[in-house]
């Protein structure tokens, strides 16, 4: 067994020179188990190398799938030989997104079984309208020891009203209605740009589907979904971390490979904090323009400040002076980091869904663990900017969804290594804490 590592950064240095962003994870974890749906052989390029699409390739594999590594970030994939409607138990419980292969074997076979969703540090996060979903489409869902088992008799098309804007079970509901019988209207879809990006996949494989990126999306069934070979879209999260980073130590940086249509509500909220934004076809220019201003903030679903972005916007505006506030309008529970930004000097008060921020301008290294992947990116922005070094533990949730942010981070000039963690870690950890 590996040893658990650590990176370790070396604060205060500004980040300068240029990144290329990598496929979007929220993306890519949907358009690889759709592949199920294709009658033949699908190749994605600008697939990240990140530990979800690690894990989604292996339960594909696990069903029958036959993939070949083309190049970096490039797949063939034929899964026109999957048999197989389970997904094994111990790779689904490794990341959430496994549900997506319940809709596209669903929506091939007309049945399937993958595990519940594992736990996760951002609150209650239930599938009941994903099985709403499937049960409208005509199929019967129950919860058999920590198993989903879905089965039908065959979809039909049929209207599906979402109770909450949920991005999981709008995708869920696309990949099962694709091949249903006759035609499916989702209302109160959610809108983010992985869902027009699972949509556009599809259509690029002959399926009919239209209205994605709005609130109603309009599935017209068919047979039979051919080959094709298929981008993903850059990442909007990985994009927006990469800005605040720039802004958090005073840099300037060019984020190259990104849609700046789909950073408008990340820039427009980076503006009102005064950082310095310039847009072009396919790039983004971020600096550090003056002193950064106290803000408010609500998280939305898209086209709304995304709930991704929290908790790095909240380790920028530690830096901004005066009284700040976020108000987080999507996940049940999304300030666990909180503590652990408090170690380094923050000054937040949470009271269930909102936090208010006492920007002190600046903050201290010290030995903190990411509880979940965009806690652990606000820890890197929050040590790259802090005076001293940083120690962060728990990095797997980092290495879960950016794509080598070590050596990105690095060649923007950043002081950061990974190493080992110390099996005697506790004394060595709070040494460090006491030393500083
Ligand atoms: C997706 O999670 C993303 N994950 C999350 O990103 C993201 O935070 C979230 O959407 C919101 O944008 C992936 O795409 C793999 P939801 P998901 O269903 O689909 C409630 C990251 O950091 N809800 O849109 O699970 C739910 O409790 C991850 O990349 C129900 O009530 O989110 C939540 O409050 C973290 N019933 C709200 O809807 C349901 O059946 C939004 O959830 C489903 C959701």
Redesign the pocket.
């Known amino acids: 067994m590996k040893p658990a590592e650590q990176f370790v950064i070396n604060g205060g240095r500004p980040l300068r020179g240029s990144v290329a962003i990598s496929g979007a994870?929220?993306a890519v974890?949907a358009l690889l188990p759709a592949v199920i749906l294709a009658d033949e052989p699908c190749t994605i390029e600008n697939v990240p190398d990140i530990r979800d699409v690690t894990i989604s390739l292996q339960i594909l594999s696990e069903l029958g799938a036959i993939i070949v590594k083309r190049s970096e970030g490039t797949y063939e994939i034929d899964a026109t030989q999957i048999k197989d409607c389970c997904v094994p138990y111990d790779l689904a419980r490794k990341m959430?997104?496994s549900y997506y292969f319940m809709g596209a074997l669903l929506g091939r076979f007309g049945q399937a079984r993958v595990s519940m969703p594992g736990g996760c540090p951002?609150g209650?996060?239930?599938?009941?309208?994903?099985l709403k979903a499937f049960r409208k489409l005509g199929a019967a869902c129950r919860v058999d020891r920590g198993m989903v088992d879905i089965t039908s008799a065959g979809l039909k098309g049929d209207r599906i009203f979402f109770d909450?804007v949920?991005?999981?079970?709008t995708m869920n509901a696309i990949l099962a209605a694709v091949k249903a019988e006759g035609t499916t209207i989702i209302e109160n879809a959610?809108k983010?740009p992985?869902i027009v990006d699972l949509a556009s996949f599809l259509n690029s494989m002959g399926a009919d589907i239209r209205g994605a990126g709005t609130d109603t999306i309009k599935i017209r069934g068919v047979q039979y979904l051919r080959s094709t070979s298929y981008s993903v879209i850059p990442d909007q999260?990985e994009a927006g971390t990469y800005m605040v980073a720039a802004a958090a130590t005073k840099g300037d940086v060019t984020l190259t490979n990104v849609i700046p249509k789909h950073l408008e509500s990340i820039i427009s909220v980076m503006e009102k904090i005064g950082v310095g934004v310039e847009q072009f076809d396919d790039s983004v220019r971020v600096y550090y323009d003056k002193p950064l201003v106290k803000t408010s903030i609500k998280t939305r679903p898209h086209p709304g400040f995304?709930?991704?972005m929290q908790p790095q916007i909240s380790a920028l505006l530690c830096l901004a002076d005066g009284t700040s506030m976020i108000m987080e309008g999507?996940?049940?529970q999304r300030f666990q980091y909180v503590d652990e930004l408090r170690r380094m000097g923050a000054d937040i008060q949470v009271d269930g869904k909102v936090a208010v921020i006492e920007g002190t301008g600046t903050l201290s290294g010290a030995p903190v663990k990411a509880c979940d992947?965009?806690a652990g990116a606000a820890l890197m922005i929050a040590g790259l900017a802090a005076t001293g070094i940083t120690y962060i533990e728990d990095i797997y949730h980092i290495e879960r969804?950016y794509a080598d942010m070590e050596g990105k981070l690095r060649a923007l000039g950043a002081d950061i290594h990974k190493e080992p963690i110390d099996p005697s870690g506790d004394e060595v950890r709070s040494n460090r804490s006491i030393c500083g």
Do not use: M, W
């Open positions: 994870k929220n974890v959430r997104a951002l209650d996060r239930p599938i009941d309208q994903h909450v949920t991005v999981g079970a959610a983010e992985h999260i995304p709930t991704d999507v996940s049940e992947l965009r969804g």
